[in-house]
């Protein structure tokens, strides 16, 4: 089993800046790739950016330019930047992480692994 941490959540101003951290803890597996998806209240769950094995990135058109997803090459983490935030940025943040196992070149197990969630809240 692959656990997933999120962390780096809270209360901003309109215009101010959140770093989330998302870390991934396990054995033997490989990312195949990990994102960020948001429920704000009352609304459904959306992806909001995302990031492969190859360090691809894709975002959602309402934070391109203000969020940026990105890595670290050490370990098993990606942060997700968020500047310039907006009230309708407001929404539990959550970080999915998709893995495998594979053994002697053959593919043994695969994941889909959530966290549990951080709350950004952005209110003057």
């Known amino acids: 089993q692959v656990q997933v941490a999120e962390s780096g959540g809270g209360l901003v101003q309109p215009g101010g800046s959140l770093r989330l951290s998302c870390a991934a803890s396990g054995t033997m597996f490989s990312i195949v790739s990990m994102a960020w998806y948001r429920q704000p209240p009352g609304k459904e769950s959306e992806l909001v950016a995302s990031?492969?094995?190859?360090?691809?990135?894709n975002y959602t058109d309402s934070v391109k330019g203000r969020f940026t997803i990105s890595k670290d090459n050490a370990k098993p983490t990606v942060y997700l930047q968020m500047n310039s935030l907006k009230p309708e940025d407001t929404a539990v943040y959550y970080c999915?992480?998709?893995?495998?196992?594979?053994?002697?070149?053959?593919?043994?197990?695969?994941?889909?692994?959530w966290g549990q969630g951080t709350q950004v809240t952005v209110s003057s």
């Open positions: 990031m492969i094995s190859s360090g691809i990135t």
């Open positions: 999915n992480v998709k893995s495998s196992v594979h053994a002697m070149g053959i593919l043994i197990d695969e994941y889909d692994s």
